[in-house]
C-alpha cells in the first residue's frame, strides 16, 4: 500500500453556540512520503457569522408633571420595562433631583 492510498480526509461544520460562528474545517491525514501526518484546512463563513439579537431597552421621556413624583413614574412604567429588566429614563434638563440631606 503506497502513502497515496492511506490518505484520508474528514470534513466538517461546526457552529459555536454563543456566537453563531460557521466554520469548515477538512483534517487531511497521510501524504505520499509518510502516513501518520496531519493537516488541517479550515475555512470561515463571515457571511454567515453573526451576534446574538438583541433587542434595545425602553427609553422613556417623562414630562415635567409625571416626573414630579418619580417613584410613581418608575411603577407607572414597571409593566413594560420588566420583559428587558433594565431601561433608560431621560427626565428634562430642568429637572433637579431632590436632595434630602
Known amino acids: ?6 490518505l484520508q480526509i474528514s470534513s466538517s461544520k461546526v457552529r459555536s453556540h454563543s ?13 505520499e512520503e509518510c502516513s501518520n501526518c ?10 454567515e457569522a453573526r451576534l446574538p439579537d438583541l433587542i434595545d431597552a425602553p427609553v422613556f421621556y417623562p414630562t415635567e408633571k409625571e416626573f414630579e413624583d418619580t417613584l ?5 412604567i414597571r ?8 431601561c ?11 436632595c434630602p440631606l
Open 1 to 6: 500500500m503506497t502513502g497515496s492510498d492511506e
Open 38 to 47: 496531519q493537516k488541517v484546512i479550515v475555512k470561515w463563513h463571515p457571511e
Open 79 to 86: 409593566k413594560k420595562v420588566e420583559a428587558y429588566g433594565i
Open 19 to 31: 456566537y453563531h460562528i460557521i466554520f469548515e474545517y477538512k483534517v487531511i491525514r497521510g501524504c
Open 72 to 76: 410613581k413614574y418608575i411603577s407607572s
Open 88 to 98: 433608560r429614563i431621560v427626565p428634562l434638563s430642568s429637572w433637579k433631583p431632590p
